[in-house]
């Protein structure tokens, strides 16, 4: 049974940081893809970054380039969004998500985390 954790959200102030951790478990094939989408309160789930884990290529939503970075520890199966600068627009819950099985389409899904942003 595949398993996707998420620590370290939290509420902060606009300009702080914090830094998401999402601990994959129970696959056995070697995934193309995880990454972190958000929801906000009224609006739609949208894809916020992705790491392409053989082509070692990163994905960015406009609206958080130079300030988000994805990153991967292969070891632990563990992946983060480190995320600086963090505005009020930030606010949403964050999930961490894991491509299929020889696919880039998304599959399994964590619980999700609170991120709030005051300004």
């Known amino acids: 049974q595949v398993q996707l954790v998420e620590s370290g959200g939290g509420s902060v102030q606009a300009g702080e940081s914090l830094r998401l951790s999402c601990a994959a478990s129970?696959?056995?094939?070697?995934?193309?893809?995880m990454g972190w989408l958000r929801q906000a309160p009224g609006k739609e789930r949208e894809r916020v970054a992705t790491i392409y884990i053989h082509e070692q290529y990163t994905y960015y939503d406009d609206s958080v380039k130079g300030r988000f970075t994805i990153s991967q520890d292969n070891a632990k199966n563990t992946v983060y969004l480190q995320m600086n600068s963090l505005k009020p627009e930030d606010t949403a819950v964050y999930y961490c998500?894991?491509?299929?099985?020889?696919?880039?389409?998304?599959?399994?899904w964590g619980q999700g985390t609170q991120v709030t942003v005051s300004s």
């Open positions: 129970g696959y056995t094939y070697s995934s193309y893809c």
């Open positions: 998500a894991l491509c299929g099985y020889q696919t880039y389409e998304y599959k399994y």
